[in-house]
């Protein structure tokens, strides 16, 4: 799975206690997830954290916690990486529609575009893109790059050799970035109109949108902040340029967003059962990825299923079960969490390792 380093860089982003309590429906599951929130504060270091957990009710929102000054359920709020699951589904789409084939290669759809260096579109398919198998080069790992296009992000990335011999797992922002041109080329609109019609309006997700150039968060929205390497003081990075992100992970969402679109992705409303089931095909990458999506198997035994989106100031995490009935998101408002590699799985085997309910064990496992 992506570890809790900077998926999204934060130097390339730039330039580019008390628990509460708000129950958003009748629902009665509470989950003991929402006891570590006070742990990512006191522990992680992160000024404000909040959940919201979704089991079987049909509802939208599930319930509610968060801890730290003003936080709020509705707040949009950077999603980061999150992004690729989003793309992954249209691609996918595209697939199931006979427009795309997971064996294409980028050549045949992007002529010239990944070329040099010992990089070669005419042998990385689309499939090895959706798993992180290309070998490109991070793009965000270039420090002093500062792209604003897709474009510019895949001429960084070729500046340097591939990490990796083919079929070889290594996560890169590149791949994805590549994958919006795909959808460009294949449907002659950008990704992020592809996403809005695909996905976000068929699923009402009112919170959820593409930033384009914009720095700024649409309302509600609370502050985001990176803390100095240097210093360790909070810097509040709430407004920034999001266009070196792109496909990789320029997305804005909420909570309760998440929630749903991952329900409803893990439950079929989105691919049929043969997309869906290569979008959670991890034998590519050893069961570390899967296209779009990755597996956490937990202490009890029970995979989850979801994405991790780091980007400047934000830090947001979902698992799902297989079947989509049960949903948690959480998310913190800094991209600089202590500890978060022991917190984060603490947290899920709380939310899924105790459901008194049975969703967990319905949603099976890997």
Not at 16 to 31: D, K, M, Q, R, V
Not at 129 to 152: E, K, M, N, R, V
Not at 237 to 261: H, K, Q, Y
């Amino acid at each position: 799975m992506p570890t809790l380093r900077a998926l999204l860089a934060a130097p390339l982003a730039l330039a580019l206690f008390g628990l509460g309590t708000t129950p958003l429906s009748s629902e009665p599951h509470l989950g003991p997830a929402a006891a570590y929130l006070p742990r990512l504060v006191a522990e992680g270091g992160a000024p404000t954290a909040a959940l919201l957990a979704r089991g079987s009710s049909p509802a939208p929102y599930g319930t509610y916690r968060s801890t730290g000054p003003n936080i709020r359920a509705a707040d949009r709020f950077r999603a980061g990486s999150i992004t690729k699951t989003f793309v992954a589904t249209v691609v996918l789409q595209l697939v199931q529609e006979g427009r795309l084939r997971l064996s294409d290669p980028v050549e045949r759809l992007l002529p010239r575009l990944v070329r040099g260096n010992g990089n070669d579109g005419r042998r990385i398919t689309l499939r090895a893109l959706l798993s992180h198998t290309s070998g490109l080069y991070d793009y965000t790992d270039a420090p002093s790059a500062h792209p604003l296009s897709a474009t510019a992000a895949v001429r960084v990335a070729l500046a340097h050799r591939p990490t990796g011999a083919p079929g070889h797992y290594a996560y890169s922002n590149t791949n994805y970035a590549v994958l919006g041109l795909v959808v460009r080329r294949v449907t002659g609109r950008d990704y992020a109109t592809e996403i809005r019609d695909r996905v976000i309006t068929p699923l009402h997700l009112t919170g959820t949108s593409f930033p384009g150039a914009r720095t700024a968060l649409p309302a509600p929205h609370g502050r985001a902040y990176t803390r100095d390497p240097a210093d360790g003081t909070l810097r509040d990075v709430t407004a920034l340029d999001p266009r070196g992100a792109g496909a990789a992970g320029s997305l804005i969402s909420t909570l309760g967003d998440l929630n749903r679109f991952f329900a409803a992705l893990l439950g079929g409303r989105l691919l049929a059962p043969a997309q869906l089931a290569l979008m959670t095909d991890t034998r590519a990458t050893r069961g570390t990825y899967g296209l779009g999506l990755f597996p956490e198997k937990l202490s009890c035994g029970i995979t989850v299923w979801g994405h991790n989106g780091h980007i400047a100031g934000s830090y947001v995490r979902t698992a799902a079960t297989r079947d989509g009935r049960h949903v948690l998101t959480y998310r913190v408002d800094t991209d600089t969490l202590a500890d978060a590699d022991t917190l984060e799985p603490a947290l899920l085997d709380a939310e899924f390792c105790t459901d008194k309910r049975g969703d967990a064990s319905r949603g099976g496992t890997a």
